[in-house]
């Protein structure tokens, strides 16, 4: 039994909005993300972030990267306002678990 992926990432956009062009990536400890949620996968070592993401991420601003990151799946999957409480709940988790895991800048 496996989840399937709701999140598909490209190459060329933001990682965490989906919307913006990517235009700063962070280095991050491959971390496998394993909560249950539809929302897993999350291997890979190098985040993108669109200028508006990468400002809220170099500020810490971890509650309006949620939101905003939220807002995009939100548009791009029809999220019911039931299931928006259980995708923002995984955003912060995930978000938590990037924050935990992202290789600070020398
Ligand atoms: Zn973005």
């Known amino acids: 039994m496996s989840a399937q992926p709701i999140l598909v990432l490209s ?4 990682d965490f909005c989906t919307r913006g062009k990517f235009t700063k990536a962070y280095a991050c400890h491959p971390f496998v993300y394993l ?4 929302l897993e996968a ?7 972030a669109c200028s508006a993401c990468a ?3 170099d500020a810490e601003k971890w ?8 807002g995009g799946l939100v548009k791009d999957y ?3 306002n039931e299931d928006r409480i ?3 709940t995984h955003m912060q988790d995930l978000l938590a678990a990037f924050r935990q895991n992202m290789i600070p800048e020398a």
């Open 11 to 14: 190459t060329k956009w933001c």
């Open 35 to 38: 909560k249950g949620t539809p």
């Open 42 to 48: 999350h291997a890979h070592s190098e985040w993108k």
């Open 55 to 57: 400002e809220l991420i």
């Open 63 to 70: 509650h309006a990267l949620t939101e905003r990151t939220l």
């Open 78 to 80: 029809e999220v019911s």
């Open 86 to 88: 259980a995708v923002r």
